[in-house]
């Protein structure tokens, strides 16, 4: 059984940081491209980062300089280090795995930043 969990999440205020983190279970995690999307009240999900298992990155313009994805094969893991958080970074934020035709999703975890 395969099982994404995120952590992390939480109130912050703008300016602020906080560190996403990402477990995962039931893969072979190193094959994986990882990658944190996030979806906004009244919004469709979006791409926040994503990283290959080669760790190539990219990430969307309007995190870029801010967030850093990063992995940790040996622990499984997958971490997003998220930096000057604004208001606009509102979300949850959800971890997804991907080899070929297999997708997986994490249940989120929600980002909070305001005053």
């Known amino acids: 059984q395969v099982q994404l969990v995120e952590s992390g999440g939480g109130l912050v205020q703008p300016g602020g940081s906080l560190r996403l983190s990402c477990t995962a279970s039931?893969?072979?995690?190193?094959?994986?491209?990882m990658a944190w999307y996030r979806q906004a009240p009244g919004k469709q999900r979006e791409l926040v980062a994503r990283i290959i298992s080669g760790g190539s990155t990219n990430y969307a313009d309007s995190v870029k300089g801010r967030f850093t994805i990063s992995r940790d094969n040996a622990k499984n893991a997958v971490y997003l280090q998220m930096n000057s958080l604004q208001p606009e970074d509102t979300a949850v934020y959800y971890c997804?795995?991907?080899?070929?035709?297999?997708?997986?999703w994490g249940q989120g975890t929600q980002v909070t930043v305001s005053s």
């Open positions: 039931g893969i072979i995690f190193s094959l994986y491209r």
């Open positions: 997804q795995s991907v080899l070929g035709g297999l997708d997986y």
